[in-house]
């Protein structure tokens, strides 16, 4: 029998919470901390850390459409003249990230993100690949990723990109419903979504992701129950049922809607509860607090191996600890640093041309930083930690076992000693978890809106 969260707790811990995509998150980056010159001894060191091997996240902002759900950084244009300068200035600054390189690097995973990766030609996205690994050597056993809009993804892509090594597809859906479509921007059709899948798995692609979006304008439980019959019927190795993210204060375009437009709390809550209980009952195993997969998908197979990973580009099954970010907005991690690069197009291409590296955050992490990291690293894939390493306040472990009191009333964790080992129901709780161990957040006490809600 499937067991889920009662009403009462999901409303108790919807409240807003980081992501944990990284730890800090970034709106509590020290940017102080972080020059060029340390951002360069960082990649350096890791490289070398890790004996050469690397993962490339390229973000590729374009969009003919704008998707008013979307967060994400990107620029809406029907200009396709922006492809080649482009692509040409990301090869340039793989270029200078190759000059800091002490040895030919060994591509483990490449993900490429936007806005709509497919906005570029089958071509450009051939020639932006083929110059990366080109210049590389690729691991065995890599994944490659694209994240596809149905509408803009066609067969010479897929095919122009298996033709570089490409394994990995993740077909953006969130939900088939004409009037929350309509609502989003995001007019796509069912048979136009079977049509990419079918063809992905066709042309070899050995995992297909679907994403899916509960708590959208005029989205109701009957039109999750819906979607989710239909995209169930495809069975595609791995489904990320997330949650909104309704931050107007970060996207202006969210603005658009209203408290009216969006489900109540209590709808949203029975959306999340009705979605993972219909996953869960197609055969799909749940991963961390967003994921579920197929018995026999790696992700899963990482999962049960105590291997699985996360970063900004979320769950992986790869465990990189140097991930160079190109292009406008790109976030790198170094493990011991992040950086992230300009976010609008013109000033990220004017540095990267005039032979800079394009950043404009920053963050080293402290010896405190890097074990809380491995804290939330721990809850996120593994659902334990051992609180075994102390850092510079004594009184850390003290106030965290603290703020995890009412969790392990409530059934969300147990601690044994300095153990802390989150239960069946606190699967769905992870984000707030993690947060009781969250040093910046609580220093931080921010009284703005920073985060979107945890459910």
């Known amino acids: 029998m499937i067991s889920l969260p009662s009403q009462s707790l999901l409303q108790k811990y919807d409240v807003p919470a980081p992501r944990y995509t990284s730890y800090p998150t970034v709106p509590y980056w020290d940017h102080s901390t972080l020059s060029e010159d340390a951002w360069k001894q ?3 060191q890791t490289f070398l850390d890790e004996q050469g091997e690397i993962s490339l996240y390229m973000h590729l902002p374009f969009c003919e459409s704008l998707c008013t759900f979307c967060a994400c950084n990107k620029r809406i244009t029907k200009n396709h003249e922006v492809e080649d300068p482009y692509i040409q200035t990301l090869l340039k600054e793989w270029q200078l990230y190759l000059d800091i390189l002490p040895a030919k690097p060994v ?5 490429l993100g936007g806005g709509t ?8 996205l051939w020639k932006l690949i083929h110059g ?10 890599h994944a490659f990723s694209i994240e596809a809009h149905p509408n803009n993804t066609t067969e010479a892509h897929l095919q122009a990109l298996s033709g570089v090594g490409f394994n990995r597809i993740s077909v953006g859906v969130q939900d088939f419903d004409p009037v929350v479509q309509q609502a989003i921007n995001r007019i796509q059709t069912f048979e136009k979504t079977k049509e990419v899948i079918y063809r992905a798995s066709k042309l070899g ?3 297909i992701n679907v994403d899916l979006v509960y708590g959208l304008p005029h989205q109701t439980v009957h039109s999750v129950e819906a979607t989710i019959g239909k995209i169930t019927a495809l069975m595609p190795d791995r489904i990320a049922y997330y949650s909104y993210a309704h931050v107007p204060w970060k996207s202006k375009v969210q603005r658009r809607y209203t408290d009216a437009d969006l489900p109540g709390a209590a709808e949203k809550l029975e959306m999340y509860q009705r979605g993972k209980e219909l996953l869960l009952a197609s055969g799909y195993v749940a991963i961390g607090m967003d994921h579920f997969a197929l018995p026999g998908d790696p992700l899963l197979e990482a999962t049960e191996q105590g291997k699985l990973n996360r970063n900004f580009m979320g769950y992986t099954t790869t465990n990189s600890k140097l991930i160079v970010g190109l292009g406008a907005s790109a976030i790198s991690d170094g493990w011991g640093a992040f950086a992230q690069n300009e976010k609008t197009v013109e000033a990220y291409e004017a540095l990267v041309q ?4 394009p950043l404009i955050n920053g963050h080293l992490l402290s010896e405190d930083d890097l074990v809380i990291r491995r804290y939330v690293l721990d809850l996120m894939c593994r659902h334990q930690t051992q609180l075994s390493h102390p850092t510079s306040d004594p009184t850390f472990i003290p106030n965290a076992k603290e703020r995890l009191q009412p969790m392990v009333q409530d059934g969300l964790v147990e601690i044994d000693g300095n153990t802390i080992t989150i239960t069946n129901t606190g699967k769905s709780f992870i984000r707030n978890i993690c947060a009781t161990l969250d040093a ?4 931080a006490q921010s009284e703005t809106n920073v985060f979107s809600k945890a459910i």
């Open 42 to 44: 960082q990649v350096a």
């Open 107 to 111: 591509i483990r995973e490449i993900h």
């Open 117 to 124: 990766p497919t906005f570029f030609s089958p071509a450009n």
């Open 132 to 141: 990366i690994t080109s210049t590389s050597i690729i691991a065995d056993h």
């Open 205 to 207: 692609y050995s995992s």
């Open 354 to 357: 005039s032979g800079k590296l």
């Open 440 to 443: 910046r957040l609580h220093a």
